[in-house]
């Protein structure tokens, strides 16, 4: 008896005009707004708040000139008027004529300057030292020139005038200028920005290349800490102008900084305020000068360590 033959049914090739099968669409994913790239907008509360604040802080300028170019008549009214007069000059030759303003804003820009490139350059050596450089008691050194910070300026203004008495330096510049050329804030300001902004890499890789560190400052340091110094410079140099106590202390009316020149100002039974406020708008413009100059520094500064961080 023969078995039945099994038939293999060949496969039915696919046709190739079909159409073949949709594939399924994945989901589209809900992108999130990216909080680097976005650009924020300020409303008007913010605008508002932020011209309140211009107003409030440009007045007492303004308020400077318009007392600067009134009478003392007129300053005496209740209301004061807000509006410039047209004394300006006549208060300007008041001011020439009770104090030698022109020597006193020489003698307050020698002074000032000296100060601001001594504490900029020292205070830029000892933050870096104290920042990147290995030394044995640098944690001490440290302490004790942080420490200087809490004592009172005032405790040493007697011993400070008995050794310039000794060097003979009363009434001169010098002793107003060598008191500061070095500050302990200046000193810890620039050690805490070097911390922050200069890489440890960086140095040895200057090292690696052969370079000393005297090299390593002049090439790498200054230039990244520029910005840093800007500000301590626009510190230090209004601190410097505007200090009356030590140099009526060590100078007298014959050498007067600008701040000792304005106290002779106004004088007589009825104090002047027009001409005071003369004298004080000519003594701020030469600070508003260094801020317009170093303004943009600051603000690059702030800039790039937004963006790199």
Request: hydrophobic share 50%; proline share 8%.
């Amino acid at each position: 008896m023969t078995a039945p033959s099994t038939t293999e049914i060949p496969p039915v090739p696919a046709r190739r005009d079909a159409p073949a099968a949709p594939m399924p669409r994945p989901r589209p994913r809900r992108s999130r707004p990216s909080r680097a790239g976005r650009t924020l907008h300020a409303g008007p509360v913010a605008y508002a708040i932020l011209i309140v604040a211009v107003l409030v802080s440009a007045f007492p300028f303004y308020w400077t000139l318009v007392a600067a170019s009134r009478s003392n008549a007129d300053l005496a009214q209740v209301p004061p008027s807000l509006v410039p007069g047209p004394h300006l000059i006549r208060n300007f030759e008041a001011v020439l004529e009770e104090a030698d303003i022109g020597k006193a804003l020489l003698n307050s820009l020698i002074v000032s300057g000296s100060i601001t490139l001594g504490t900029v350059l020292c205070c830029t050596l000892a933050g870096f030292a104290f920042a990147k450089l290995r030394f044995r008691g640098r944690g001490a050194l440290l302490a004790l020139t942080v420490g200087t910070m809490m004592i009172p300026p005032q405790l040493g203004v007697i011993p400070l005038f008995m050794m310039i008495a000794e060097l003979g330096w009363v009434n001169q510049l010098q002793s107003v200028i060598l008191p500061g050329l070095v500050s302990a804030f200046g000193v810890f300001f620039m050690r805490q920005y070097l911390v922050q902004t200069l890489p440890d890499e960086l140095i040895e890789a200057a090292r690696v290349d052969g370079a000393s560190t005297a090299r390593i400052f002049w090439s790498i340091v200054v230039p990244i800490a520029r910005p840093g110094m800007a500000v301590l410079g626009l510190l230090t140099f209004m601190a410097a102008w505007n200090d009356f106590f030590w140099p009526i202390v060590a100078l007298t009316s014959s050498e007067p900084t600008v701040q000792v020149a304005l106290r002779q100002l106004g004088g007589g039974y009825v104090h002047d305020q027009s001409v005071i406020m003369a004298g004080t708008l000519l003594g701020t413009l030469p600070v508003l000068l260094v801020f317009g100059l170093l303004g943009r520094q600051i603000v690059g500064g702030i800039m790039q360590g937004a963006v790199k961080g």
